[in-house]
């Protein structure tokens, strides 16, 4: 039986599968991943499975049995997709191929390596759950660890080893950290958070060589210092994952997302994208797209999947994306303008960003539930004026 196939066993193909299900979809459905592991929650990674002061939580989303036997959806894992035929409408694996009637691409996306570093074993990226063990029971053991890369997954590792009583070297080479996510000045606030909570930070500089040293490993920097570490943790961001699509004839964009439209519909017949994977229309802003982010991901796996089984929806959103630093919970909403207005007290801080007096985007710390009510205000296309009112009802301003 064909079917519905699912590729990417993780947050938006899980997603996927039971919004099919949901929608009424009665037909056979497979899902693939390449992981050992059923799907899980990537956010907790590096957050609660690196504390050390307690048991690290099982973040795996549903049992084998829930997706068996309540969902009827075959899965497969440790099974890495290696190609998709269009003309023979089937996915090919190592050892078979599995035919579909509709595919969902969710392969997410892989971290990017630290050139010459790529099969080092003390040169880790922090992806996977089996990335997140090796990296706590590192901590455990009292490593030394060496971020490369101040971005939010790269300073998440950071924040977390100091919390739990870790030393921690920071490097990063754009002379203010996050400038692209969030712009110079918050940028800056982010580097001055890392500082005062005890991370050695170092700006406008890069990992020159690795070498191996008298009981671990001595990194040699670009600004002719050399730091002893344990273990190296690279945050350079991800890449899509669609190395196996190469030979499909799918559309693909510049950075080799999968593009699609504004319902998730690829350049091939029958065949969606979702989640970190695909760049596609958010009608919402009237602009392409690519998201690494949670909730846009468990959205789109819905979407795309409804609309493989026979829906047209459109997804539009206003993106959204949380991080925890230093035990500050970091929340950003909607798109970066050129104008910033920043507000701020002893403990939070608003970001407002906008265009032609329009509320765009904004980044808020310890401030939740701002957040939300911010959100809409972008969602409506709304004055940031409406945002300043409500921050000065806040008490902020
Ligand atoms: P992924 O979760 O990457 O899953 C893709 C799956 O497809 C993987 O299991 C992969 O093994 C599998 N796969 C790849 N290639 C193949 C193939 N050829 N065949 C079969 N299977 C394949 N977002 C937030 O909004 N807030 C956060 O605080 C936050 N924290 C994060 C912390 C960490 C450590 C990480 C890694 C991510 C975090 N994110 C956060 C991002 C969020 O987790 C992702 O946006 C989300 O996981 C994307 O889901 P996805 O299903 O599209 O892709």
Redesign the pocket.
């Known amino acids: 039986p064909a079917g519905l196939v699912v ?7 899980l997603r996927a599968v039971e919004a099919a299900r949901k929608s009424g979809y009665a037909g056979p459905i497979t899902l ?4 050992p592991h059923l799907p899980y929650d ?2 907790p ?3 609660d499975v690196l504390a050390q002061d307690k048991e690290p939580p099982d973040t795996t989303f549903r049992t084998q049995g829930h997706l068996r036997d309540e969902l009827g959806v075959r899965v497969l894992l440790s ?4 190609a998709l035929d269009p003309a023979q409408r089937s996915v090919m694996l190592a050892d078979g191929e599995v035919p579909y009637e509709q595919v969902v691409v ?5 971290p990017r390596s630290l050139p010459g570093y790529e099969d080092h074993p003390q040169v880790l990226a ?3 759950v089996d990335d ?1 063990h090796t990296l706590r029971a590192a901590m455990a053991a009292g490593a030394r660890v060496l971020v490369v890369g101040c971005g ?2 790269g300073s ?1 590792v950071a924040s977390a080893l100091i919390r739990h009583g870790g030393s921690v070297t920071m490097v990063e080479l754009a002379d203010v950290p996050l400038v692209r996510a969030v712009g110079e000045e918050t940028g800056a606030y982010f580097a001055q958070l890392h500082r005062d909570n005890g991370v050695d930070l170092r700006l406008s500089c890069k990992v020159q060589q690795i070498t191996e040293s008298t009981g671990g490993l001595a990194v040699s920097l670009s600004d002719g210092s050399s730091v002893e570490a344990d273990l190296v943790v690279v945050g350079l961001g991800a890449v899509p ?1 669609t190395s ?1 699509l190469t030979s499909s004839g799918i559309g693909l964009e510049l950075d080799q997302s999968v593009s699609a439209d504004a319902g998730l519909r690829t350049t091939l017949p029958d065949v969606y994208a ?4 695909v760049t596609w229309e958010n009608g919402q802003f009237g602009r392409r797209m690519r ?5 846009s ?1 468990a959205e789109q ?1 819905a979407v795309a999947a409804r609309n493989a089984v026979g829906g047209q929806e459109q997804y539009e959103t206003v993106p ?5 630093l230093h035990g500050k919970r970091i929340q950003f909403v909607g798109v970066h303008g050129t104008t910033t207005t920043t507000v701020q007290d002893a403990d939070s801080r608003v970001v407002l960003y906008h265009a032609d007096g329009t509320l765009l985007g904004a980044l808020t710390v310890a401030q939740p539930r701002l957040t939300m009510k911010l959100r809409k205000i972008i969602a409506g296309g709304g004055p940031v004026a409406d945002a300043l009112a409500l921050l000065s009802v806040a008490g902020l301003r």
């Open positions: 590729v990417g066993a993780s947050l938006a193909g693939i991943g390449a992981e990537r956010p990674l590096s957050k099974a890495p997709a290696i969710a392969t997410g996306a892989v922090l992806r996977t997140a939010f997954i998440e994952a196996w979702a989640g970190d994977v998201l690494e982010h949670w909730t991901a796996g959204y994306f949380w991080s925890d």
